[in-house]
């Protein structure tokens, strides 16, 4: 197996910051925890600033400084986020996170990939690498990498400098030679132990793994412990190296969290667009879609505004689910500067082959500008505004329809339930809310002039277990200036009526 391990040494700071461009430079910041520094930005850096300082010998570096306080919540969001991002290349991915400041450092979060299966769709070894890298890069996450023969070779790798310029350069993965020479030339702080061992390591003068693996294991044992045993033997291979796989939700979750605040709805829509992007590109590789994006505005403080944005058709463009979401935000006015921009979707749908027209002059795309124009008036004018026309099951006409949400009706065709036929017959494009009575005189009918039938009659005849019988007899009439009526008799009362209109 091959497995590669990415580190997210930067994540508790661009957990916060992400929303920042790749090309702006981060003020003076660091992120603290326990009164320590845990991450700082590298302006702070370059001021001596680095993590495990106290926060009081940090403000005498700069004072500029910005702190901002860790968020363990935030951080774990963001390493699903990533798995799912990882699950999108291979199905075997496993994340961990970072664990809380423990003597001024702690251990950065990290994500596991099995790569054995997935090369070869990705082009081989060193385009995969490059791709993952250009990728993380977009979502503004730094990253070290490391590849094993197991999860717990590659974290330990992931550290070891050399091994990281092989892997910049590499097209091929490392024998099992190779990993062996690497793994013994670490330095023993590299092991995945507590501060504790790794003292006791030292203090015995084993600085390098090898000089570990040489002591027989009966007596590292006495020493270390069996779980450190344990452990070696997962480090050289000896042993197999289980990790928790990870599953990922049929929804996604992502958002953008700004140090200082967004006071205009245009400013959203370029981290909206940042959103959108890497919601379209894990549905184009999980072959799902969404018909909902919903959007929150959070002001802080237990404040927040929900947006919705509907699509009524099978939507993997970036370009013009921004152009919907820009829709909504021009009808927003914010009552506090947004603290945080969140984009979720909890209804993730598999992706059929019938839901693209392949033929470009296929009556189907007529249907998808039909879409897009619906989706456009939802943008624009809100969901209550729009709504469509469903059957209903009735015999009156009257009945024989109802208004309906245009989503539900497109979701609800697609799904192989029970399916109501339209009545092949004449049918008004006009139907009145309530028949109007005509006059009669002479056995002539009026409406505005005199009515001459043309068509009919259709008897429609039902409902004899409610009060009193529902029969009618409809006809086509036409009056003097040509319009075409539809009008009926009500067989009880043998009154006329006016129903719709034709066209």
Not at 20 to 43: H, I, N
Not at 46 to 64: F, K, Q, Y
Not at 312 to 325: C, E, G, K, M, N
Not at 429 to 455: A, C, V
Request: charged share 20%.
């Amino acid at each position: 197996m091959l497995w590669l391990c990415i580190q997210f040494p930067k994540l508790p700071l661009e957990a916060l910051i992400r929303a920042q461009g790749r090309d702006t430079q981060p003020g003076v910041l660091a992120v603290v925890e326990k009164q320590l520094v845990v991450q700082c930005s590298k302006t702070a850096t370059d001021l001596g600033i680095e993590p495990g300082l106290s926060i009081a010998t940090a403000c005498a570096l700069s004072a500029d400084l910005q702190l901002l306080e860790r968020d363990i919540q935030r951080e774990q969001l963001q390493l699903e986020r990533l798995a799912q991002w990882g699950y999108s290349f291979t199905p075997v991915v496993s994340p961990k996170a970072a664990n809380t400041v423990e003597n001024g450092s702690s251990d950065p979060a990290c994500l596991n990939l099995e790569l054995s299966g997935c090369l070869k769709a990705n082009g081989g070894l060193r385009a995969f690498l490059d791709q993952l890298q250009n990728e993380l890069g977009q979502m503004g996450i730094s990253s070290v990498m490391g590849l094993g023969h197991s999860p717990s070779a590659a974290r330990m790798l992931s550290q070891l400098r050399e091994h990281r310029q092989w892997l910049a350069e590499t097209r091929v993965a490392p024998s099992p030679q190779q990993w062996k020479l690497w793994i013994s030339f670490s330095p023993s702080k590299l092991l995945d132990c507590d501060n504790k061992t790794i003292t006791k390591l030292y203090a015995c003068g084993i600085k390098r793994v090898s000089q570990l693996l040489a002591i027989p294991l009966s007596e590292v044992g006495s020493r270390f412990g069996r779980p450190f045993v344990d452990y070696l033997a997962r480090l050289n291979g000896s042993r197999q190296d289980p990790v928790p796989n990870f599953n990922p939700p049929a929804r996604f979750d992502s958002e953008l969290f700004f140090p200082d605040p967004l006071d205009n709805s245009e400013q959203l829509l370029f981290p909206a667009g940042r959103l959108i992007r890497e919601l379209c590109q894990q549905l184009q590789r999980r072959q799902l879609y969404t018909q909902q994006l919903h959007w929150q505005l959070d002001y802080g403080q237990g404040k927040n505004k929900e947006l919705i944005v509907e699509v009524s058709h099978p939507l993997l463009d970036p370009q013009r689910l921004i152009a919907l979401t820009k829709l909504q935000f021009e009808r927003v006015s914010l009552e506090c500067p947004v603290q945080t921009l969140r984009l979720s979707s909890k209804q993730l749908q598999p992706l059929v082959e019938e839901e693209f027209g392949e033929d470009f002059f296929d009556a189907g795309n007529q249907g998808e500008r039909s879409s897009q124009l619906l989706d456009k008036l939802k943008a624009r004018l809100g969901h209550q505004a729009i709504s469509g026309i469903a059957l209903k099951e009735s015999y009156l006409p009257e009945q024989a329809w109802q208004s309906a949400d245009s989503l539900l009706i497109k979701t609800s065709s697609k799904k192989k339930t029970h399916q109501l036929t339209p009545i092949k017959a004449p049918r008004p494009s006009w139907l009145l809310p309530r028949p109007t009575k005509l006059l009669s005189r002479n056995q002539k009918l009026f409406h505005h002039s005199e009515l001459q039938l043309l068509q009919g009659p259709e008897r429609i005849d039902g409902y004899w277990w409610q009060h009193g019988r529902h029969g009618r007899d409809y006809y086509i009439a036409k009056d003097q200036d040509g319009s075409l009526c539809w009008i009926f008799q009500d067989l009880t009362t043998e009154e006329w009526f006016l129903h719709g209109i034709f066209s």
